[in-house]
């Protein structure tokens, strides 16, 4: 084949090589040389679209022929310009099916249209996870040239995730990631490995067959057979999920998980004879305002040990705690610690009596902070471990914007207020000033870099983006893993609002709980408030 020397004015109009009028455009004419061995079908068009570019002044399409049923070259980009206002530097052509083909690739023959790509391609991914769940790291799409990590934060009640697959029949090797490199729309297929469970019997030297030593979630239920033991009465179970010692029938329902541990008790019965210590009631509060009250067993025998648990909810601490005897005598209480009581059954019933009260301790410190505040907790943690001494006059001011300064003094108090041996960079920062050695110290590992090499601005107000990012090097700052960023942060509505710098910093804090957002955006330009900023401290450095 070889292409005749016709040109053809843009009106259609055909010229031969000789015309000497103005060319106003020419179109190539394939000449085949040997017709016969091509046969009928022997050639086809493919039309390439400009997408907007252009092939000298015109946006036109363009006709090239090639040999029918065979490959094709990709068409160079020589020649071809960019669309107005586009100052990229991508191109591929893409075909009717979703390929991208850059210049000079192998087209499949069944090809009939290529388009040109003047922008990076975004492909979606769908993440098949069954009856699991993604709690963080969700991928929905992916950009070529920059790919992505597949999420392994995946769960799912009994099983084990043990990958993403690229096929429904989960075979082949699991796919942790999509390459820069690789086109296309993703589907993947969650791997799950039912997990066994192991119960271990500690029979006291009893004896019983057909309980089981394993189960999985999908087991149906099975109630455990009771022991037996010369010259002793089985007085019940104890263990996993079960309060007191005294469960004569112990049944683990469809759908329970987790190793579990059951113990045997006995009651001798004296040479053969059989006699039994009556048991008798203990009794708790139906309910209780601002925490709960349980107790184990709530059936004991006289001269037995009886374990009251106390937990007061968030803002309130233990009042009084009571036990009295049928005749109103108050028992004698022992004080285990983390909520724990213990006290002897006496040989009748007995009634707990319990009551809670607001936890004032805060207000040692400040005035301000309600006990129902979300960040109560936060705030009681700074003050009594000496991060905050509020702002005087018993104030903290938990609404009032963090300044640069006073985030920076709050991370000196928590590594400690260490003192380093550094020159002071900014000269805005007066020796004297509460937070001078704070910054110093600061500046000396990085923390902070100042709004220029010789200003700090201490009275600038620090956005919700610069807070993340100070907490995300102090953490580096002090040795403590910082590699949990992802992709979780793509899930928040304004998640393009996050200034670069603070990206990986983000990644961190939303993958590692410390940064939660607000109705499921970031808000990174808002000004951090004090009491967001010692909660962000706790969630990070508290624990």
Known sequence: MRFAGTIRPATGTPHDATYSGPILGFRPVLEVLNPGTLGSDGLKVVTLDLGGGKLGNSSEDIQIIVKTGSTFTAPASGGLTRPDGDTGSYFMWLDGNGNSYEPGDSVPADVTTLTVQWTVPTYTVTLNAGDGTINSGNVTSYTYGVGATLPTDVTRTGYTFKGWYDNENLTGSPVTAIGNTEMGNKEYWAKWEINQYTIIYDLAGGTVEGNPDTYTIKAGAFTLTNPTKSGYTFTGWSGTVLDGENNMTVTIPTGSTGNRTYT????????????????????????????????????????????????????????????????????????????????TMPASKVEIKVTFMEDNSVLNFFYDVPNDAYYYE????????????????????????????????????????????????????????????????????????????TTFGANGVCTRAQVVTMLYRFAKAQGMDTSQGGMAIREFDDFDSVPAYALEAMGWAVNTGVFKGDNNRLLPQNACTRAQIVTLLRRAFGK
């Open 378 to 453: 936060a705030v009681k943690w700074a003050a009594e471990n000496g991060i905050t001494g509020g702002i005087g006059s018993s104030l903290f001011a938990p609404n009032q914007p963090c300044t640069r300064a006073q985030i920076v003094t709050f991370l000196w108090r928590t590594a400690g207020s260490p003192v380093v041996n550094y020159l002071m960079p900014f000269t805005d920062v007066d020796e004297g000033a509460y937070y001078a050695e704070a910054v110093r110290w600061a500046a000396s590992t990085g923390i902070v870099t100042g709004l220029t090499e």
């Open 264 to 343: 045997a008790h006995w009651r001798y019965n004296g040479g053969g004879g059989s006699s039994s210590s009556p048991s008798y009631p203990v009794s708790v509060p139906d309910k209780t305002d601002h925490g709960s009250v349980t107790v184990s067993p709530k059936d004991a025998s006289a001269g037995s040990t009886v374990t009251i648990t106390v937990k007061p909810d968030s803002g309130y601490v233990l009042e009084t705690i009571s036990v009295t005897d049928k005749n109103g005598k108050e028992l004698k209480l022992t004080d285990k610690g983390n909520g724990k009581y213990t006290f």
